[in-house]
């Protein structure tokens, strides 16, 4: 019996998963960070950075782009090893391009109107994408591209969301815009204000608010391949001034975000994204520390003190990559 219960704890040991540090050490703040497959990683961060891993991170690749060395590069989508599409923030905003693995980029966007501050990208496929800002003149700023991010149109102004005072987006992770469906991608807002939006009538998210500090960071969608599309969603985020708070820090929906639902165990801080890496488990994580669920979202495990911006799982494969500060990169492993 001793030696069944032995064998037990061990093959449940096996199964919680741990968080590996890669490399550290780079003179940028990471938060954008795209996992094309099990070898395919990309990440960009603050100082006009960014680096391309080949063999699954064991190895990088890092650079700055030239004219760009005091640009912020929030998000970034990667296709393959060669193609990636790399988001500079503000002052001005600018979207880049790159074909042959980062030796050179091409600007196909630039926007130099006054507040303009861009905070996510979202692609469907390899030519369909979304890009949101902060309000401009009161509404929320969205554009599109249709090939492949060669070119961008701005939705006219008439059709973008209201946004309400003292509501934006945090550009805190890449995150806070998510396919829904297969026409169709959602958004989260945050500060004084804190709300989902999609085609239908903005809906206010139980998160904290109230403060230019709080409300929800991310959204992650699942279910997202089915027509109807993604029913299940989970958005987190907080008080990013109260780095452990755990108060209204995350919620999960089953039907769309028509009701949401108080995890009996929450996230243990501030979270900045939030990641399906299947239907039940699910990667949270903030400026203390990585959460695990494997419940979809109803408990969450603290599983590591190291603090990261960003999380996200392989769109082909089966690896979970983390970024943050101080060009710090990981990755999930199980042992």
Request: glycine letters at 12%; a positive charge; hydrophobic letters at 40%.
């Amino acid at each position: 019996m001793l030696s069944a219960a032995l064998l037990l704890s061990e093959m449940i040991i096996a199964q919680s998963p741990h968080v590996e540090v890669l490399t550290f050490g780079t003179k940028t703040s990471i938060r954008g960070l795209s996992v094309v497959n099990d070898n395919v990683v990309w990440v960009s961060g603050s100082n006009g950075t960014f680096g391309r891993s080949t063999d699954g991170g064991k190895t990088w690749k890092w650079s700055v782009v030239k004219g760009f060395e005091k640009n912020d590069f929030r998000d970034i989508e990667a296709f393959d090893a060669n193609t990636a599409i790399v988001m500079s923030v503000d002052a001005p905003a600018y979207i880049l391009k790159t074909n042959n693995g980062g030796e050179s980029w091409k600007i196909v966007y630039e926007n130099k109107t006054k507040g303009m501050f861009l905070d996510a990208m979202e692609f469907w496929n390899e030519q369909a994408g979304i890009v949101i800002g902060d309000p401009v003149e009161g509404r929320f700023f969205i554009a599109r591209t249709f090939d492949g991010g060669i070119s961008w149109q701005d939705i006219p102004f008439e059709k973008r969301p209201v946004a309400d005072s003292g509501e934006a987006c945090f550009a805190a992770s890449g995150t806070n815009v998510r396919v829904l469906d297969r026409d169709e991608a959602v958004f989260v807002s945050g500060g004084l204000k804190s709300r989902l939006f999609s085609k239908k009538t903005p809906v206010i998210l139980p998160v904290i608010q109230g403060k230019e500090t709080t409300g929800a960071n991310s959204v992650a969608v699942w279910d997202t391949h089915k027509l109807r599309g993604g029913k299940r969603m989970i958005i987190a985020g907080g008080d990013f001034n109260a780095d452990t708070s755990v108060t209204k820090n995350c919620f999960y929906t089953t039907n769309k975000g028509k009701t949401w639902n108080v995890p009996e165990i929450a996230p243990h801080g501030y979270r900045s994204c939030v990641e399906y890496f299947s239907k039940k488990k699910v990667y949270s994580c903030g400026l203390n520390g990585v959460d695990y669920s494997k419940d979809g979202g109803k408990n969450w495990e603290w599983i590591s003190k190291e603090g990261f911006h960003v999380v996200r799982a392989a769109k082909e494969g089966k690896t979970v990559f983390l970024a943050g500060g101080n060009g710090k990169i990981a990755k999930i492993v199980w042992k």
